[in-house]
């Protein structure tokens, strides 16, 4: 049981060039979630999928895109990268609601990525 | 925007301390996460509190709601050097969470 997995762990990329994050999770969860993290920021959100087939934009989705490719895999994407994009970037999932209650969420690794 | 404010913004304690971190919050939950990031790492869930209690326990932790204040306390008993870690506040709509910026945390041996 690996929990979530993210690829690739580093990146370094060049302004104006796109790459693809992949998360996947085995846990059957129905909500996934991508983040980054930047120093003193805590973590924002970029983009969410409550549910396999749906995704909303988060507080901070300007200069990406999300698949849900199915209910295992949510893949963030960078069309054109610029410097300001340099953070480490996470991927969660969880079971969602309960109640009404947003559950825990479990996160992968992350994934450290540098814009030149 | 961040929902969460955490304070202090680091803290350094001797082990066998106990460590106190504190969150405020703007508007209203339905309850308040803790999750613990050590350093290169994702975050792992700590424990979770509705808007109906006020208190809960987990081991060394316990964590305490007033909502009247919007705010909530993360106590930490007995530290050890590897509970050294970022530790952060998040609090649960009913689509999402927002994460504070965190206190670290740092205990010495």
């Known amino acids: 049981n690996a929990g979530v997995t993210q690829t690739p762990k580093f990146q370094v990329l060049k302004t104006g060039q796109s790459m693809t994050l992949q998360c996947a999770q085995d846990m059957n969860h129905n909500s996934m979630y991508w983040y980054r993290q930047d120093p003193g920021m805590g973590l924002r959100l970029i983009y969410y999928s409550a549910s396999e087939g749906t995704t909303d934009k988060g507080e901070v989705p300007n200069g990406y895109n999300v698949s849900r490719l199915n209910k295992r895999e949510f893949s963030l994407r960078l069309e054109s990268a610029a410097p300001s994009q340099t953070s480490v970037y996470f991927c969660?999932?969880?079971?969602?609601?309960?109640?009404?209650?947003?559950?825990?969420?479990?996160f992968g690794p992350g994934t450290r990525l540098t814009v030149t | 925007s961040q929902q969460g404010e955490e304070d202090p913004q680091a803290l350094s304690i001797q082990e066998g301390e106990n460590a106190t971190m504190n969150c405020s919050y703007k508007t209203s939950i339905n309850n308040l996460q803790w999750y613990r990031q050590n350093s290169g790492r994702g975050l792992v869930h700590l424990i979770l509190?509705?808007?109906?209690?006020r208190e809960k326990h987990s081991g060394r932790l316990r964590v305490t709601l007033d909502t009247s204040k919007k705010s909530s306390s993360l106590l930490i008993t007995a530290s050890r050097a590897a509970d050294t870690a970022s530790y952060f506040c998040a609090t649960g709509g009913t689509d999402k969470l927002i994460f504070g910026t965190g206190t670290r945390l740092q205990v010495f041996p």
């Open positions: 969660a999932s969880s079971e969602g609601l309960a109640n009404h209650h947003q559950l825990e969420q479990y």
């Open positions: 509190i509705r808007s109906n209690e």
